[in-house]
């Protein structure tokens, strides 16, 4: 079956520095959302992506989805302490498919 | 408006018994799925319901299985549990799965022994 590749695994930055965590599959994803999770936490839905080479910014949060739609990005400006957690994506086709996460830390 | 309820929030379960979770979405969803989380595997996929019907499964075994009711809420049922069933069991409600996220509950964690 699909699977979704997320990278890194864990990123420690410091507060300031910026973070990106990628999203990458061998076959061409459906819809493309992205969650956090909050340690002890459940997954809060952040954005979805459906069409090829989007790019959906949030305040400090920037989303893309790749022009083959094989691929999608995060990426965190000036973090905060407030951005620690899990991020996901999940590819929402005929099954769903939950990135393997990414922990970020952020050291004050 | 309230979230999505899971119930129980705990539960401990001997190895071969069965379970059955319940999940009340938020009023008006109609889009229910189901997800393991553990350590190990990460947050994996059950299934999706959507106006009592399953749109999707994931690849789990037959020992798991659920249904939707009239009124959106769904079950989730674990026949034969085995010790590799603990986990957080996640569920989450959406209006539909396209254009929409999803919004989860705060989970069963199942602790089989």
């Known amino acids: 079956g699909q699977q979704v590749m997320q990278i890194p695994q864990y990123q420690h930055v410091q507060e300031g520095e910026d973070f990106t965590t990628y999203c990458n599959s061998s076959t061409t994803l459906s819809n493309i959302q992205w969650y956090k999770q909050r340690p002890g936490g459940h997954p809060v839905f952040l954005i979805q992506l459906v069409k090829s080479g989007e790019v959906k910014k949030q305040k400090r949060l920037t989303f893309q989805f790749g022009e083959a739609k094989k691929n999608s990005s995060l990426h965190i400006t000036a973090t905060q302490t407030t951005d620690v957690g899990t991020y996901f994506c999940l590819n929402t086709g005929n099954q769903f498919y939950f990135g393997t996460g990414t922990s970020l830390t952020v050291i004050p | 408006k309230a979230g999505v309820t899971q119930t129980p929030r705990y539960l401990i379960k001997t190895r071969g018994q069965q379970v059955t979770l319940s999940c009340s979405p938020i009023?008006?969803?109609?889009?229910v799925s189901w997800y393991q989380q553990t350590p190990g595997q990460g947050l994996q996929f059950l299934f999706e319901y959507f106006s009592e019907t399953q749109r999707n499964k994931g690849n789990f075994p037959g020992r798991f299985s659920g249904r939707q009711f009239s009124n959106s809420r769904s079950e989730m049922n674990v026949s034969t549990l085995e010790l590799g069933d603990s986990a957080l069991y996640l569920c989450a409600s959406s209006l539909n799965r396209i254009g929409y996220g999803y919004t989860f509950g705060s989970g069963t964690r199942l602790t089989v022994v």
């Open positions: 009023s008006g969803h109609r889009s």
